[in-house]
């Protein structure tokens, strides 16, 4: 008789272990999930009317950051051609990377007509990302 009583209450014990082991898996997916990302550097990436790339260059952030939800961050890249010859410009992407080196974002903007940029002249290409 003692057995019975001893089954139903291990069984109760093992599912009450079983939901708080669940439990705290859910938590721990959410927290990573939620896990702002730390930006250290960004790129900017300028491409012909192919999808090429034209030029890339990448800059520190001067710090990693890290951005919790709703924030916002523009981000404005001045490109002078250096060339001696122009360089066209269809569109534009600026890469935010992580402390890791991993592309955490990727935002910019393509021109219906790619724009031309003759030697010496510059252009600031602009992006805002949110989180």
């Known amino acids: 008789m003692e057995k019975l009583v001893e089954l139903p209450m291990s069984i109760r014990d093992f599912f009450a272990a079983l939901m708080n082991f669940i439990r705290r898996s859910r938590d721990d997916t959410d927290a990573k999930a939620q896990a702002a990302p730390k930006i250290a550097r960004y790129n900017l990436v300028l491409m012909d009317g192919e999808g090429q790339v034209v030029w890339t260059r990448e800059w520190e952030a001067g710090d990693s950051f890290e951005f919790s939800p709703h924030y916002s961050l523009w981000i404005f890249c001045q490109y002078t051609n250096h060339s001696q010859q122009e360089v ?44």
């Open 88 to 131: 066209e410009v269809a569109e534009y992407e600026i890469e935010l990377v992580s402390e890791e080196g991993e592309v955490v974002n990727r935002f910019g903007n393509g021109f219906g007509d790619a724009i031309t940029l003759v030697p010496g002249q510059s252009k600031v290409f602009s992006g805002r990302w949110q989180s």
